[in-house]
């Protein structure tokens, strides 16, 4: 498929290319590895049972964030074109100073070496969470009750995709198949084109949806393209003037000393089980177990599942009538199955849009107080604590004098008295019935 870069290729590189290579080299090095001193002191186990997952670092390491991508809520592009100039300047300072040009040679392979591996660090995380159908989980019952309207462009977005994991599957697939090709060099080429047509739908998905990654799904298309750079007369060639061309290929490096080879083939071994072997296993025990890194891991009690009407409400010992405007009147409460209470309320709520771990169940919509509990049922006493502020805390006293009900007694997060009578409401979903 290809031909070996010899020693004049590489010495006839005209300047600019050499800028190029030098500066996309420095960049994807600053972006690749975490420089930020916070990184290294976080709880990598973070909004995890360590049981189930035990190394969240994984996850951690491969969505790292440089600097620019945290600012404006994942749309900083000045951020990004400021540190690519800052790069670019460096590339050029790097070409004066660098008089010893016929080792370019080792430093495209570098940069060939460091722009496929970031991208193959960062898409495997995601490509796994999609054939394992984990990063975009079909919607809860909260989220089932929730008004269509109180959904966020890029958390519709999310949900419409996890009610047809079939079509997760299939992306994870393609994106999964393309990272594969980019950790060997004779498939680099191919893995790049994959990578370059999976990538461009996504970044317009979210520049349209506003769904969150922009920014960093734009940093990796910038970097699939620069992987085909030294190819793209190649490409004019073969596509247009339908010429045969042989595309280049990039010897790897060429260790002399025997430690050096089995080392760097040990890092190779290491780095596709950690990153791609043992977390598939890790992803598929989660997907078998029915649960999602971005929801709970902690079960629910599985009897109180379900949607349930507020027949009675009464604050400090007055009965409230319901009221769809009513800013103070619980509506309906929602138990999930995993430990999550949801609590319809019709008051002016903050839009929460950081979509991060263990917050898919509120970010992005509007409508709906949640609440993680733990029920002593020896003494029928639910806690709750609010997923959004922890600050906030309930405790209600509950019992099940009727079949398919509660009523629930304690004091609410201002210390006011509430006695709620809860009614279970059996109710169909066409989506879940369709994804059965």
Known sequence: MGVALNANQITGWKIYERIAVRSFLIFAVITFIPFNPDFYKQDFNAGFSVTDYPWRWLDVVSQNTPWFFEGQEGHNYWGWFITLGITFLAGIIWELLDKRRANFDHIYNCFFTVVRYQIVLRMSWFAIAKFFPVQMPFPTISQLNTNLGDFTPGKLYWLTTGVSPFFEVFAGIFELTATVLLLFRRTTTLGALMMIAILLPIWFVNIGYNAGVELASMHLLVLSVALLIRDLPRFWHILVQQKNVALTYVRPFVFTVGWKRTGSLLLKVAFIFLFLVYRGYEY?????????????????????????????????????????????????????????????????????????????????????????????????????????????????????????????????????????????????????????
């Open 284 to 436: 598929g025990k989660l997907y078998a177990a029915g649960k999602t890194f971005k929801l709970p891991l902690e079960n629910g009690i599985k009897s109180f599942t379900g949607y349930y009407n507020v027949e009675e409400f009464r604050l400090n010992g007055r009965v409230i009538p319901y009221s769809p405007d009513d800013t103070v009147r619980w509506q309906n409460v929602i138990f999930e199955k995993f430990n999550t209470i949801s609590i319809k309320v019709a008051k002016p709520f903050a839009l929460n849009t950081q979509n991060k771990i263990r917050t898919t169940e509120y970010y992005g919509n509007v409508g709906r107080f949640f609440y993680g509990y733990e029920a002593d049922t020896t003494k029928q006493i639910l806690v709750l604590k609010n997923r959004a502020d922890t600050a906030v805390k309930l405790s209600l006293n509950y019992s099940r004098p009727f079949s398919g009900g509660f009523i629930l007694r304690g004091t609410n997060g201002n210390k006011d008295s509430v006695y709620v009578v809860l009614k279970k409401i059996n109710k169909t979903y066409p989506l879940a019935i369709s994804r059965n």
